[in-house]
């Protein structure tokens, strides 16, 4: 299948998880796919872009070692992912490398993601907290950012005060994630 042809095919993918599910086994089934994903998922001024997000999204969330390969793309990219669909998956892939990196048992992401790539995962993280974004990718921000904290010295200390700083111009559902960090913070102090 050709970038064009799976561009085409991504124009058949909705909000149902079944066809975001259908679209993340076919790469998962042909990984040979997924530098093409990835070509539609940077192209960030196109609408099909957010789709091909969905369906990175739920192939990470399904297989998350199959992105191993192209984790200098993707981290290299994601500062420049705009449209508010598309933040979000890529906001919730970066979640699910920091809970990978950080989960008890042995995985391929310990020993695959870099520092660097880590630093670029915090950038672009920081960039979601302080922009104008939803709750969503500020929500998964913050979880990212306080995990990665525990090996970046600097990152525990922007973030509290980020959460306290914009803290009262937030939803409801931001100070409730918020509350939540700031409590595993403390704790952590």
């Given at each position: ?41 940077f192209m960030v001024d196109d609408k099909i ?14 297989k998350l070692e199959t992105c191993i390969p ?49 630093e670029r995962i915090i950038e672009a993280c ?64």
């Amino acid at each position: 299948m050709t970038t064009k042809e799976l561009y085409k095919e991504l124009t058949y993918v909705n909000h149902s998880r079944e066809k975001r599910l259908h679209y993340a086994h076919l790469v998962i089934n042909h990984p040979e796919l997924i530098p093409k994903l990835l070509d539609i998922l940077f192209m960030v001024d196109d609408k099909i872009s957010c789709r091909a997000a969905w369906v990175f999204e739920f192939m990470c969330g399904e297989k998350l070692e199959t992105c191993i390969p192209y984790l200098d793309e993707f981290t290299e990219n994601i500062h420049r992912v705009h449209l508010d669909p598309a933040v979000r998956p890529v906001a919730k892939i970066c979640e699910y490398l920091a809970k990978a990196y950080y989960a008890k048992g042995a995985n391929r992401i310990k020993t695959s993601l870099s520092r660097q790539h880590q630093e670029r995962i915090i950038e672009a993280c920081f960039d979601w907290m302080i922009n104008d974004e939803k709750i969503a990718p500020k929500a998964y921000a913050m979880n990212t950012l306080f995990l990665f904290g525990n090996d970046h010295d600097w990152v525990h200390p922007e973030l509290r005060m980020i959460i306290e700083r914009d803290y009262q111009m937030q939803s409801s559902g931001f100070k409730a994630r918020a509350r939540q960090i700031l409590k595993k913070l403390n704790k952590n102090s």
